[in-house]
């Protein structure tokens, strides 16, 4: 047992009550409350496990080191969740910022209660029959649009991208694969070889053979930076790589991208982008694969998938992580003539537990849930008021704040040394990342190639509140910052 009782914080203030308030922390007293019983009972159990030191220590000896945790220098040792937040083994209360698989919740109870009811009827392989496995499509394909209506089911993102890869060339007969610089698709050897994002500059070690890297649409930080341009640039640089890789006798497979990047500095794709590039894909053969493990299921507000944004149809989307709130399963939809022709050409498709009645009871239950709780068009309503706190906080300090972007509870802020130069200040953004967690007990994570872009997608319950503190509390350790000639925490 622990010696003493801890005190909860609501919304994670570890700071003084008096002192939240005068900092204009909103809400501070009625925010701080010791939490109940239940979570009391959470701190008691975990007390009698091994203690966070302990934990590390098994860590060490058993966990491979290339398998990384956050805050390296003092990690959380998380014990459970619920809805936005997360507790660590004190009961200590983290505002959750970056878990955007938990994408209805953390714990939802009705996305547990599908499970743990499945699980004590049957979970077995999709070769028998089961009506989860159907009803989920079927529930799934009347988000889809257009042909989108025949669906492969598989545990992870990962797996899913490995099989559009794959249909993609078993289909069309051809090998090149287009995809953006900077992006991520996941961690098999197929996907390495297509995710530069991983290579950290060693191109030869991991740039598959029948890779064609085109530059990332960024217009912040990139070729070109018109908004109203630089979607048909873009475009036009990949139909140079296109007659490029013909010209040499090598045909177009696919073009993969995220609907709209993420590890790569989270941004949206410049207007028009998609709409040019799918024309000169298809018209050399090559399918579009929009990758929407990370923007999925509403995330983006105005539409339940991010590609519709750009007013296109793919032909085959590839979904995962916030499908089944933390459970892992994903899935591959694609027309009816693409499946149809993948038959023909290919072996029968079979992933053990792809599809299986447990995992399909709880996608199915998430997708309820978001629409229950219309949890689009809350991301829509929150995303927008965030976004616009953001740009409010750029203009109080546009020398570090070089770009505010995104769409629903899809945002990225861009921290810079100089905003003329635009010069990446990664440590800033690290700074603001370290005193978010120990000062204020929010989690939220930094990426892009320096480091410097705040990464912001939360579980879809976030509220404005929510948005409020989030906003204060960075606004504070600017202050700071600023007060303290420019010294960051180490």
């Not at 933390?326 to 993948?342: E, N, S, W």
């Amino acid at each position: 047992r622990l010696p003493n009782k801890p005190v909860i914080i609501q919304f994670g203030l570890t700071m003084n009550v008096n002192q939240a308030v005068d900092d204009g922390v909103p809400d501070a007293k009625r925010l701080c409350a010791i939490e109940s019983e239940n979570q009391e009972d959470v701190v008691r159990n975990e007390a009698s496990a091994a203690s966070k030191l302990n934990t590390l220590e098994m860590r060490k000896t058993y966990i491979a080191p290339s398998i990384k945790y956050y805050y390296p220098e003092s990690p959380l040792k998380i014990a459970r969740g619920e809805g936005q937040y997360l507790f660590d083994e004190k009961g200590r209360k983290y505002l959750d910022c970056v878990n955007n698989v938990a994408h209805v919740g953390h714990c939802h109870p009705k996305v547990v209660s599908a499970g743990v009811k499945q699980m004590a009827l049957l979970s077995t392989n999709n070769r028998y029959l089961h009506d989860g496995i159907c009803s989920y499509a079927r529930h799934l394909e009347r988000k889809m649009p257009g042909d989108l209506s025949k669906f492969y089911f598989m545990n992870t993102g990962s797996e899913a991208n490995d099989l559009a890869l794959r249909i993609a060339r078993e289909v069309t007969g051809h090998k090149e694969i287009i995809c953006l610089d900077g992006a991520y698709h996941g961690h098999l050897s197929s996907l390495m070889e297509i995710s530069s994002h991983k290579w950290k500059g060693n191109i030869e070690k991991w740039k598959g053979e029948h890779t064609i890297l085109a530059p990332p649409p960024n217009t912040y930080r990139g070729l070109y930076c018109d908004p109203e341009k630089a979607g048909e640039l873009y475009a036009e640089e990949i139909k140079k790589l296109i007659d490029e890789a013909h010209s040499k006798g090598n045909k177009i497979a696919a073009f993969i991208h995220e609907s709209a990047p993420s590890s790569d500095g989270l941004y949206l794709l410049p207007k028009g982008f998609l709409k040019a590039v799918y024309r000169y894909v298809r018209e050399v053969g090559g399918m579009c694969i929009a990758d929407e493990v990370q923007v999925g299921f509403g995330r983006c507000g105005t539409h339940f998938w991010m590609f519709q944004t750009q007013g296109v149809i793919p032909d085959i989307v590839t979904v995962g992580k916030p499908m089944g709130n933390g459970h892992p399963v994903a899935a591959l939809v694609t027309t009816q003539k693409i499946a149809d022709l993948h038959q023909s050409v290919a072996s029968s498709y079979f992933c053990t537990f792809g599809g299986n009645p447990v995992s399909m009871a709880i996608a199915d239950a998430v997708l309820t849930v978001i629409e229950d709780q219309k949890l689009q068009q809350h991301a829509l309503e929150v995303g927008s008021y965030l976004l616009a706190k953001f740009k409010e906080l750029q203009s109080q300090f546009p020398q570090w704040i070089g770009d505010v972007r995104g769409q629903g509870l899809f945002i990225g802020v861009e921290m810079v040394k100089d905003c003329i130069t635009r010069e990446p200040n990664t440590e800033l953004a690290l700074h603001i990342h370290k005193r978010l967690k120990n000062d204020y007990c929010i989690i939220l994570t930094t990426d892009g190639p320096y480091d410097c872009v705040m990464k912001f997608k939360p579980p879809m319950v976030f509220t404005k509140d929510n948005a409020n503190y989030l906003v204060k509390s960075i606004e504070k350790i600017l202050q700071d910052y600023k007060g303290n000639n420019c010294q960051v925490q180490t």
